[in-house]
């Protein structure tokens, strides 16, 4: 079975469905069954949405965490300038000592997820 048209609510050809289904609706796939010479619309719904709680990670005092800092944020990259931060170009990331950021601006933008080198003083 191949899916060859996927189409977002809205477009033409899914009014219908945005009636009945209303915010749940994701996208409408039309697949193609070349075996039973049949074409097949699927929906895909939203059945659940919760509200995730922030994630826990315990990082030392002294591991390096990734920070991002928008380019356009000046006044942040000169702080990660003074916390002694380092700048990493191949991953456009600023590296910077956990305990220097704590409660300060700069504890928003750290990345977790980001590949963390396990840098360390």
């Given at each position: 079975?191949?899916?060859?048209?996927?189409?977002?609510?809205?477009?033409?050809?899914?009014?219908?469905?945005?009636?009945?289904?209303?915010?749940?609706?994701?996208?409408?796939?039309?697949?193609?069954?070349e075996a039973c010479r049949t074409r097949i619309k699927t929906v895909e719904l939203i059945v659940e949405?919760?509200?995730?709680?922030?994630v826990q990670v315990n990082v030392s005092d002294l591991t390096l965490v990734p920070v991002q800092i928008a380019y356009s944020e000046t006044?942040?990259?000169?702080?990660a300038k003074k916390m002694g931060g380092r700048?990493?170009?191949?991953?456009?990331?600023?590296?910077?000592?956990?305990?220097?950021?704590?409660?300060?601006?700069?504890?928003k933008h750290i990345i977790f997820d980001a590949s963390m080198k396990n840098k360390t003083s």
């Open positions: 079975m191949i899916a060859r048209l996927k189409l977002k609510p809205g477009q033409k050809g899914t009014k219908a469905l945005v009636e009945k289904y209303g915010d749940a609706l994701v996208c409408v796939r039309y697949r193609y069954d949405r919760k509200e995730l709680s922030p006044a942040l990259k000169e702080m700048w990493d170009p191949e991953v456009r990331l600023w590296y910077i000592q956990h305990e220097k950021i704590k409660g300060t601006d700069l504890e």
